[in-house]
């Protein structure tokens, strides 16, 4: 984690992120402001809020102080994490792999666009994850409440805390409890509707280019070769090694468990919203993965094998540091280093989830050959 803040001290201080501003920027900026940004900002209420009146109380600028909010949401997030994975009894390999690889890919993400809500959704769905493991349902359906208030992605945990309350026995509470964050959504929706003038009109629009425009705008604007660097380094926020790591302990009969627990359900329901997920940013919708694969993938056979966390963290790290710097151009040679460094480990991950792949279904195919070839001689 100490690498992690200072490569998220370095892109803040050093490489233009306490200046950096995209539209969603501008947008948190002027609800902060108490000024309408249109759709979807305006009912992204709770973070801007914080922002505003955390300025006011320390006097901070308001740009400040979603600096600041941004980077003890990163921290506590990752100091929550770290907490899961010692609990769940992986090796300290395996944490210290996964805490480097997605703290050095947040670092730089939001190290140079601090002025952004979903850390903070990070950290809310970190805290659920927490309070329903220790069985404080109440407490996790208000935090449950609180994501949603924070991006509207934060629907997804009101199934995951639904599902968990029913299986634990409390039907009618799962039921119930269920109706309390959409509401809290719809009626947000409806108070903060304004006609001011914005980027989308409305829902309608906002969706359409969300679902169906925003991988073209990018590629339209960025080009091929820009766009997939992207699209590679925010497979790399989301950590995709765990995710197909615990993707492969849930379809795995040999790993699979009967008992289905919080982060086998969180994970579920987020594989299944993949194709909401996807269509927008990886670098920030993909980050609310990592919580739930990382521990379920703990699991796995692979998780205990030195060679492929080594290889984890090598990609990650290498990845995050081969990500453009906004401030003094760093030297060439260390770029193309770097990124040659994060390719490699990429393909040789991918080679061995293959060839575990393989192996595996041999295990299980060659006990019915030898008890075929047995029962044909008999």
Known sequence: MTIACLLYAIHSFFGGGNEHRILDSWAYLQISDGQSAGVPFDIRVLVPWLAAHTAIL???SVSAAYNLLTSLALLGSLLILKQLLTQRGSSWQWQTAVLLAFGCSLAVTFGYTPILVDPFLLL????????????KLVAALVLTCVAVLTKEFGLFLVPVWAFYTYRLGYRKSACVGLLAPIAIFVVVVLVRHSDAPAVFPGWKPYAYHYLFDYQLSVL??????????LLYMGAWCGLWPTSLLAAMCILDRSIRSTAIGVYRIGLAVLLVSLPILLPGDWSRNLIVLVPFSSIVAAKHPLARDRYFIGLIAIGG????????????PLPAALMISMTAFSL???VMIAIKLVQYTFWSSRLEIDPLFEQTAGATID
């Open 58 to 60: 320390s006097g901070l």
């Open 124 to 135: 809310v769905t970190c805290l659920t994850i927490v309070a329903l493991v220790k069985g």
């Open 220 to 229: 339209r604007l960025r080009g091929l070769s820009s766009y997939l660097k």
């Open 317 to 328: 790290l290498t990845t995050a540091l081969a990500r453009p710097f906004h401030g003094e």
């Open 344 to 346: 490699i480990s990429s």
